[in-house]
């Protein structure tokens, strides 16, 4: 089992910056490959950036190439999404997410069935 508690949303102004954390517990947090996903009202849930068991391999959606950072700190069981030059149409709710069944940790997948454990979501909110 593993658990996630998503923190860091917020109301931010567009251009702004956010830090989203996801704190984990339960199965050794650094044999989890993580994500970061968001579903914004009215749409389906998107991939938004992944990272590897170590850290050393991440992937991103083209719309957050270059304004976002995904990173883990395996001590502290912690994922982190850091989110720069935010716009309007960043504005969801966050999940984090773990892939704990990969056997391969430098793997990162993109699709949702992929990943088995998902935290409850943080909402994110960008005025213009």
């Known amino acids: 089992q593993v658990q996630l508690v998503e923190s860091g949303g917020g109301l931010v102004q567009a251009g702004g910056s956010l830090r989203l954390s996801c704190a984990a517990s339960?199965?050794?947090?650094?044999?989890?490959?993580m994500g970061w996903f968001r579903q914004a009202p009215g749409k389906e849930r998107e991939f938004v950036a992944g990272i590897s068991w170590s850290g050393g391999r991440t992937d991103y959606a083209d719309s957050v190439k270059g304004r976002f950072t995904i990173s883990r700190d395996n001590a502290k069981s912690t994922l982190y999404l850091q989110m720069n030059s935010l716009k309007p149409e960043d504005t969801a709710v966050y999940y984090c997410?773990?892939?704990?069944?990969?056997?391969?940790?430098?793997?990162?997948?993109?699709?949702?069935?992929?990943?088995?454990?998902w935290g409850q979501g943080t909402q994110v909110t960008v005025s213009s």
């Open positions: 339960g199965r050794t947090f650094s044999r989890n490959v």
């Open positions: 997410a773990a892939d704990s069944r990969r056997s391969d940790g430098t793997v990162v997948p993109t699709d949702i069935p992929e990943y088995n454990y």
